[in-house]
């Protein structure tokens, strides 16, 4: 299997640019999180998508992030416009919620850097 | 809510010797337990996992066991390797109802030769 797949592995961007990150999630499996990491917090989780539906964006911390999923091996992250504080390693994953494994899988991330 | 606490780090060991990162969690009802590993510049990677109380699960020579009494689940290795430096991280994750990972806050190991 070819494992969670993002894109880009590394973006250097200039503050108030428009950022978009990628997921192709393993195939088959329904459910996709978005989660962040920084040194400060932790990982933490922006959104949780099952059967392409957005179930919890609590986690997107403001309006200038979006998510979408449009089907099922797509989605993407989007900072609009970016900030410094931005700036972070964003982990994409996926789980196959009816299958007998209860693994979550993530992709190896999108180092982004806002200068 | 539910949550996952770990050790400080970071660990320093010399290699060969043992490892033990403690982890606590509270949560309602009975979670499935995860250790991921992150080696330097990479993802996240599952190392083990256990569903139920008592289960061990093992790795690349890691274990860890499901201890419900004492809502533990510590991660050990008799003899780690400087390939070991990482950060470790613990989570739990409900069974039913909305599956997210809960994270601690990670816990990094340095080997040194």
């Known amino acids: 299997d070819a494992g969670v797949i993002q894109s880009p592995r590394h973006e250097v961007t200039e503050m108030g640019q428009e950022v978009t990150l990628r997921c192709k999630p393993i195939s088959g499996h329904n459910s996709l999180f978005w989660y962040r990491q920084t040194m400060m917090r932790g990982l933490e989780l922006l959104i949780y998508?099952?059967?392409?539906?957005?179930?919890?964006d609590s986690g997107m911390p403001e309006d200038r992030f979006s998510a979408k999923m449009p089907n099922a091996s797509f989605s993407t992250l989007k900072i609009q416009p970016s900030e410094p504080r931005d700036s972070a390693v964003y982990f994409c994953a996926s789980i196959d919620t009816g299958g007998s494994g209860n693994t979550i899988y993530f992709g190896e991330g999108s180092w982004l850097t806002v200068v | 809510g539910d949550s996952v606490t770990q050790m400080e780090g970071p660990v320093t060991l010399s290699e060969e010797a043992f490892l033990t990162i403690n982890c606590t969690y509270t949560?309602?009802?009975?979670?499935?337990l995860f250790w991921y590993v992150q080696y330097p510049g990479e993802g996240l990677q599952l190392l083990l996992k256990?569903?139920?109380?008592?289960d061990k699960g093992s790795n690349k020579g890691f274990e860890a066991t499901y201890r419900k009494e004492t809502t533990s689940f510590h991660l050990e290795k008799g003899s780690v390797q400087v390939s070991d430096s990482a950060v470790y991280f613990c989570a739990l994750r409900k069974n039913t109802g909305f599956q997210k990972l809960v994270f601690g806050t990670g816990t990094r190991l340095l080997v040194s030769p």
């Open positions: 949560a309602t009802g009975y979670p499935s």
């Open positions: 256990a569903t139920k109380a008592d």
């Open positions: 998508f099952n059967n392409n539906v957005p179930i919890d």
